[in-house]
């Protein structure tokens, strides 16, 4: 069957190739025709099954619907529509990808064709920084073309804007609607705006798009810790004479033991609100030239308060112990207080872009284009955020996961110590005890004093581009085009971190502090999408009050009293800093890279048994040169909590060392595309490439990371590597695609991946200097960490290192199908529905506790879209699955997040070609995040983010 190019489809790849990259918009848009602009739904199948068809490349494409109208509320959402992404949310919306199971860091993200700065720590970029309104189109370019930017190993991925010029005439759009959580029971609303239009003979073309976004949600969580310090699993050993600690008196004998360090049953109170727009000037003087002038911004203010109540443990104080056939803690009982923590995650960002573009057709056979861009991200939230955490009298704690629920069941109970031997060990003692009643709310009246401290994060990311394009259009029957050209371009990423340096100090000096700081509350429908019974009891803080009360010199003073310290003590240490914030040297760091690359590419046009071939090949060099800037903080003293077991009292010097570290490095970077058209409906596919992926920023930083408050058990320490090399791989993929109508088809591919270099963590026991260690004489020290007479401290260090090897295989397949040549209504039913099988060389080895190597994000996913569009009725259900996959370290014990699926729901009424209303439904399954750790009965992280719902009206002139 032979299907010819419509109209609309020729105008279609037109219009969206347009928009981009230079090289790529001379390899893929050839035909000049009428502009027509995509609206509707079965329209934009139509663009993607054009676009995919038409590529020299395997790629695959997200078409808005019309102008403002991208298939989902959230850029990233949309995206994992396509075969092999998937994406991790943050707050129930979309904030990172990952493609063929290749996490976030490893896909590089365009805007334009430039790279757009993010408020990301690491590579990562955000999506939720941009509203999906002001995006026209999405390529996620699955194979490389040396004419693209290096550093996605997964994909680069192109997110594309509206150009007045590409429309062509006035076009105005209006739209508006409310966002209902179902957890919160509050109502936001959202509404956008463009309007575009040509002046002087179309040869000036002027472009404005606004929107804004509210969102007040609420998020239910269970929570194994609040920092990355604290979340995690730590060991214990048990000798013989401890196993009647053992509910069995026995557990699994003597040994090594797991048990998680703290649980917490937190509750999300989120206001967000992202405003964003773009600006799009364009003048073509004369017919060979036309210069585009574009920026973008977007604001996105989070302001999160997160209030918890949760255990730590103490390892002295745990008994009644159940462990699993790996020497997993599933269920203890704890001497211990009940704590209570609020806490904030603010998050005010901003994101620009500015850049201009000049494309100049020089001659008949040559043509360029110049471009230069300044993307900034910046996140100001040092100093604005807050931890404070009060504790109660000791109770019985008691935290049990064998109920088969979806996370641990933590209870309190009231006791009364015996003094006779209760539990029958030989020893009377406080396990002696007899068991009382369990305790339902917090109590107000009995919170003393304990963690507390002001800080936050700043982030500012800042990329300066410029690079140059050619094409020379050969001459010629088997050499159709040569592409070549250069960029040069600058990132300076820097992250000042902020804390109060006194966090700790009522933590080893408590008092009492007043009710009315406390507010008791039952927080209603808590963990309502989660199998279990969960504990909805929680204190709110005033936080204001509390750290007011802490700083009186009255209450000062009675520390000095109830602790007994002799008058003046406590104000002499606290004051005059308090809880104001300092630079948290040792997290702070500033990362310069410069890169350097050039490319050269050709197009080879032939026939094969009648059948016409395109082969893109070519070559990059790209040159990487990086400064690091990091802070070390020695440790002058270290003494034994006078109050708290197992912790340990850090004074830490004033004076920071700036640690600066270089390094540089090259690769050549070769690419071939080629295209079959077997048929002019069948193509076939093969690709070779060799891709990068620079490490993570993160990782680059010299200097070495404690926790703010050290214990004897946590004597850790996570540092970078500045002289880490990039990830390289070799990748190969083939594709057979079917496009059996303008809207169907039927595509399956292969590829593989074989990447060297890749960076794995290592734990070795490196000794700290420390002046003052006398007051360690005597401390209990059975893993020989505390060396006195030499005054060294021993921790375990954690470092990234390039060691190893690795390869990923992986399958796609996508399906398209509108069933017009059935009878009305059924004619307007269509589905799309793709597969994603992916697997490596390296599962990850639980038995392995060092130089463990997973791929982040490395697993299957499966997508249906079920629709209807008859140009009144437009409706459209997703489902999304996608299964188990690893999600990062944390030092050197992994994370995993189990299978998660979600359905979501739009519909929408034509009026008429104008006017539109809609409902939409998100996440309608109420489903619900959950993470483990080495093993399955390792609980970590439970998210219940709730339903969303939406429903609004939009017009167009």
């Given at each position: ?6 109209k609309?489809a ?9 928009l981009?990259t230079?090289?790529l ?6 035909e ?9 739904l079965k329209?934009?199948?139509?663009a ?16 808005s ?38 996490g ?11 790279r ?6 690491g590579?990562?970029?955000h ?8 995006i026209?189109?999405?390529?996620v ?9 290096e ?5 680069t ?17 209006a739209?508006a ?28 073309g ?19 810790g609040?920092t990355?310090?604290?979340?995690r699993w730590?060991t214990q ?5 401890d196993?009647?600690?053992?509910r ?14 703290q649980?917490n049953?937190?509750r ?11 600006g ?13 002038i574009?920026?973008?911004y977007?604001?996105l203010?989070?302001?999160?308060t ?23 803690i599933?269920?203890y009982?704890?001497?211990e ?19 201009a573009?000049l ?7 040559l043509?360029a284009?110049?471009?230069v861009s300044?993307?900034?991200?910046e ?5 604005k ?11 019985i ?8 629920g979806?996370?641990?069941?933590m209870?309190v109970?009231?006791?009364?110590p015996?003094s ?6 030989g ?18 009246n ?10 936050g994060?700043n982030f ?11 094409t ?6 088997f ?9 040069t371009?600058?990132q300076?990423?820097?992250k ?6 006194n966090?700790?100090f009522?933590?080893n ?19 309502s999408g ?11 803080f005033?936080?204001?009050?509390w ?5 009186r010199?009255e209450?000062?003073a009675q ?8 008058p003046?003590?406590?104000a ?29 590419n050709?197009t080879?046009e032939m ?15 790209t040159e990487?040169?990086?400064?690091s ?7 002058v003293?270290?003494?034994?909590s006078?109050s ?8 830490r ?10 390094s ?7 690419s071939m ?17 060799k ?6 920023m ?5 200097a ?10 946590g004597?850790?320490a ?17 594709s057979?695609e079917?496009?059996?109508s ?5 595509t ?8 060297n ?20 004489i005597?401390?209990?020290?059975p ?5 006195v ?6 921790l ?11 390869s ?14 059935l ?15 992916v ?20 697993g299957d ?16 259900i997703?489902?999304?699955k ?20 979600q359905i979501d ?6 009026f ?5 209303v809609?409902?939409?439904?998100t996440?309608?399954t109420d489903s ?9 009965s390792?609980?970590?992280q439970?998210?219940?983010?709730g ?11």
């Amino acid at each position: 069957m032979f299907i010819k190019k419509t109209k609309v489809a020729a105008a279609v790849i037109t219009v969206l190739s347009a928009l981009n990259t230079a090289p790529l918009l001379a390899e893929e848009a050839k035909e000049n025709v009428e502009v027509i602009t995509v609206t509707g739904l079965k329209n934009s199948l139509v663009a993607v099954a054009a676009l995919k068809k038409d590529s020299n490349f395997i790629k695959d494409s997200i078409v808005s619907e019309d102008i403002g109208k991208f298939p989902d509320s959230n850029v990233a959402e949309s995206l994992q529509r396509i075969s092999g992404v998937s994406i991790d949310r943050n707050g129930g919306e979309g904030q990172k990808v990952t493609v063929r199971g290749f996490g976030p860091e490893f896909n590089t993200v365009l805007l334009n064709g430039r790279r757009m700065a993010s408020d990301s720590p690491g590579r990562a970029f955000h999506f939720d920084l941009l509203s999906s309104e002001l995006i026209g189109a999405a390529d996620v370019f699955k194979t490389s073309s040396v004419a693209l930017q290096e550093g996605g190993i997964g994909s680069t991925i192109n997110l594309k804007t509206q150009k007045p010029l590409d429309i062509g005439k006035f076009k105005a759009v209006a739209s508006a609607k409310g966002m209902y959580e179902d957890k919160s029971s509050e109502l936001s609303p959202n509404i956008f705006g463009f309007v575009s239009n040509t002046f002087a003979d179309d040869t000036i073309g002027l472009l404005l798009s606004v929107s804004h976004q509210e969102r007040v949600s609420t998020q239910d969580s269970i929570l194994t810790g609040t920092t990355p310090e604290s979340g995690r699993w730590d060991t214990q050993n048990y000798t013989g004479s401890d196993l009647w600690k053992f509910r069995d008196n026995q557990g699994n004998g003597a040994g090594k033991y797991t048990y998680q360090r703290q649980y917490n049953y937190a509750r999300s109170l989120e206001d967000r609100s992202r405003t964003g727009a773009t600006g799009v000037f364009q003048y073509t003087p004369n017919e060979n030239m036309v210069l585009t002038i574009d920026g973008l911004y977007s604001k996105l203010d989070v302001e999160s308060t997160i209030n918890d109540r949760f255990s730590h443990r103490s390892p002295p104080a745990i008994h009644n112990l159940v462990a699993d056939e790996n020497n997993v803690i599933t269920s203890y009982d704890m001497i211990e207080s009940p704590m209570y923590v609020q806490f904030s995650n603010n998050r005010p960002s901003t994101a620009k872009q500015f850049g201009a573009k000049l494309e100049w057709e020089l001659s008949d056979n040559l043509s360029a284009v110049f471009d230069v861009s300044k993307s900034t991200a910046e996140m100001k939230a040092g100093g604005k955020d807050y931890y404070v955490v009060s504790r109660a009298s000791d109770h019985i704690l008691r935290v049990d996961n064998t109920q088969g629920g979806d996370a641990p069941i933590m209870q309190v109970f009231k006791f009364t110590p015996n003094s006779t031997d209760t539990n029958q060990d030989g020893n009377i003692d406080s396990f002696d005890y007899t068991l009382g009643s369990e305790v339902l709310a917090a109590d107000p009246n009995d919170q003393r004093s304990w963690f507390g401290k002001r800080k936050g994060e700043n982030f500012k990311d800042d990329i300066t581009e410029l690079k140059a394009d050619f094409t020379w259009f050969v001459d010629s029957e088997f050499i159709t085009e040569v592409t070549f050209g250069a960029i040069t371009s600058t990132q300076e990423k820097s992250k000042y971190d902020t804390t109060s340096p006194n966090a700790g100090f009522y933590l080893n000096g408590r008092v009492d502090l007043p009710a009315d700081i406390f507010t008791p509350v039952n927080r209603s429908g808590f963990l309502s999408g989660a199998q279990g019974d969960f504990r909805s009891d929680a204190l709110y803080f005033n936080q204001e009050a509390w750290f007011e009360y802490l700083e009186r010199p009255e209450t000062l003073a009675q520390r000095d009293t109830e602790n007994g310290l002799a008058p003046g003590t406590s104000a002499s240490d606290f004051l005059p800093g308090g809880y104001n914030v300092v630079q948290d040297s040792p997290r702070s760091y500033n990362i310069e890279e410069d890169i350097v690359s050039a490319y050269v590419n050709g197009t080879f046009e032939m026939e094969v048994a009648d059948m016409p071939l395109v082969i893109n090949a070519g070559v990059r060099y790209t040159e990487t040169k990086l400064d690091s800037l990091g802070y070390a903080q020695a440790f002058v003293e270290v003494k034994p909590s006078p109050s708290v077991t197992d912790s340990l009292v850090v004074q830490r010097s004033s004076e920071v060392t700036p640690l600066i570290a270089s390094s540089d490095y090259s690769e050549f970077l070769p690419s071939m595309n080629a295209r079959l058209d077997i048929t002019d409906n069948f193509v076939a596919r093969v690709a070779y490439s060799k891709t990068l992926t620079r490490p993570e920023m993160t990782m680059l930083n010299p200097a070495a990371v404690t926790a703010q408050e050290i214990r004897y058990t946590g004597l850790e320490a996570t540092a970078g590597n500045p002289d880490l090399e990039p990830f390289v791989a070799d990748n190969f993929d083939l594709s057979l695609e079917w496009y059996y109508s303008e809207t169907g088809f039927l595509t399956a591919g292969f590829f593989r991946k074989d990447i060297n270099g890749f960076i794995v963590s290592g734990v070795e026991r490196e000794g700290l200097t420390i002046p003052k260690l006398d007051a360690l004489i005597g401390y209990p020290d059975p893993d020989n960490k505390i060396d006195v007479a030499n005054n060294t401290l021993f921790l375990d260090v954690t470092r990234p290192r390039n060691l190893e090897e690795t390869s990923v295989d992986g399958v796609e397949i996508a399906f398209q199908q509108v069933f017009d040549m059935l009878p009305a209504p059924f004619n307007a039913i269509g589905v799309s529905a793709n597969l994603t099988y992916v697997d490596s060389d390296h599962d990850f080895d639980v038995t392995k506790t060092d130089n463990n190597l997973a791929l982040p994000g490395l697993g299957d996913s499966k997508n249906i879209v079920l629709f209807y569009d008859d140009e009144t009725i437009e409706a459209r259900i997703a489902y999304n699955k996608r299964s188990k996959f690893f999600s990062r370290f944390q030092g050197i014990e992994p994370w995993f997040t189990e299978e998660y699926d979600q359905i979501d729901v739009r519909v929408a009424y034509n009026f008429n070609e104008t006017t539109q209303v809609f409902i939409e439904g998100t996440n309608l399954t109420d489903s619900v995040v959950k993470q483990h750790g080495r093993y399955e009965s390792q609980f970590l992280q439970l998210d219940d983010t709730g339903r969303r719902y939406a429903f609004g009206v939009r017009t167009s002139f």
